[in-house]
């Protein structure tokens, strides 16, 4: 059947993270002249972010309907499944290890940076269009004239948002504000841990740790590239990243703010905040109303954290995000649906359920983990995992 809804239309996806690269991919699939515009400046900018854990029927559907799950396997990390569950004081209270073939297989671990690749290495030559950050758009014909900040444009019949949780496209179709969760998070990056941040580095032993007490939480794992990611999570007010007066690009006054904060906690995550190559980036967490609703558009479109941006504490954001992906390349190329606008009315009242109940669930999640029973239920909850 031939896809009317894409057949002569160019589709811009504003985004190149791994929802707007699988979209372009199924799209591609389907015949579609489809181009990511990316704010990066060229393939070689270093992906941010943690390790993603792929779930079946989600980001692992994403990777078999786009038929990249063979590449998938050949990169993805056994050992980054492995948790250790500890308290302030690098006390072990559940080790993973012993189960690492269970996670491995039903969630496997892969890093950002290579999943990006495949998925890169999968489209069409020029599909991406680097050093393209988003500023503004209006109307043109029956579709959107895109500007960048360099100074170009470009026309586009159909656009869909993909540019993540501070997304810019977004407010054409939704002016709807996120609330805060409670919840900031401190996320530092280290290059070459080994030397960096030996002590925490050789603690992990490959995989990840996940540490719980006085109601705040710290996560760190290291990558197949040698560096760790971790984040210290903490509650406070809204308002506190802007009336703290840190100075986060100052290792000193981050560790000085840490000692304050976590000052029941075990010396040794010192090592992390003086660490040589340690750079931090404050992430206060928010999320959208679970009721959220917009006016459907024939020509505009979200998906992954530019829809439903939600704090990272059930692993959900980017499995929603791919599901997103494959679920409106469904309905636009399936043929099912009698014009475009009814179409991704279906998929949009779909997804917004979806992420919804990815949200709620988080939030769940979220109230468990920085309670004063943090460890105790996070320690019932694997254990239950394992049987």
């Known amino acids: 059947m031939e896809n009317k809804f894409i057949k002569n239309k160019k589709i811009a996806i504003v985004g190149g993270g791994m929802a707007g690269l699988t979209l372009a991919r199924l799209l591609q699939l389907e015949n579609a002249d489809v181009t990511v515009y990316e704010r990066d400046f060229d393939q070689n900018v270093r992906v941010q972010g943690s390790t993603l854990d792929l779930h079946k029927g989600t980001g692992l559907e994403a990777m078999k309907r786009a038929g990249l799950l063979d590449e998938f396997y050949q990169h993805h990390r056994a050992v980054a499944s492995k948790m250790l569950l500890v308290d302030g004081s690098l006390n072990i209270k559940f080790d993973d ?11 496997p671990e892969i890093d950002r940076a290579p999943l990006r690749d495949i998925l ?35 026309y586009a019949d159909m656009v869909v948002a993909a540019d993540g949780a501070n997304s810019k496209v977004r ?35 490959g995989g990840k740790v996940m540490a719980f007490d006085d109601e705040k939480f710290i996560g760190f794992g290291s990558k197949d590239d040698g560096s760790v990611m971790f984040v210290a999570c903490f509650k406070c007010p809204e308002n506190w990243l802007r009336e703290s007066g840190i100075d986060f690009k100052n290792k000193d006054q981050v560790l000085s ?17 003086s660490a ?42 980017a499995n929603v995000a791919m599901q997103d992906s494959f679920e409106l390349a469904e309905v636009l190329t399936s043929g099912k649906f009698s014009d475009i606008k009814t179409a991704i009315g279906h998929f949009e009242k779909d997804m917004i359920a979806r992420g919804a109940d990815s949200t709620r669930m988080t939030l769940e999640n979220t109230e468990r983990m920085f309670s004063k029973t943090g460890l105790e239920q996070m320690l019932s909850f694997f254990k239950t995992i394992h049987g």
């Open 120 to 154: 890169l290495n999968s489209l069409q030559p020029n599909t991406v269009v680097w050093d393209r950050q988003f500023t503004s758009m209006k109307k043109e014909n029956a579709g959107w004239r895109i500007h960048f900040k360099n100074g170009t444009d470009a």
């Open 97 to 107: 290890h012993d189960f690492a073939e269970f996670t491995s297989e039903t969630r």
């Open 276 to 317: 040589n190559t340690v750079q931090f980036t404050p992430r206060p967490q928010y999320y959208y109303p679970l009721d959220q609703k917009w006016e459907t558009q024939e020509n505009l479109t979200l998906i992954g954290d530019a829809a439903h941006r939600m704090p990272p504490f059930a692993g959900e954001g």
């Open 171 to 205: 407010p054409y179709l939704s002016l709807l504000k996120p609330i805060y969760s409670g919840i900031t998070l401190i996320q530092g990056d280290i290059d070459e841990a080994k030397i960096n941040a030996p002590r925490l580095f050789s603690f992990a032993k």
């Open 257 to 273: 703010w840490f000692k304050a904060e976590f000052s029941t906690w075990s010396h040794i995550w010192h090592e992390f905040f």
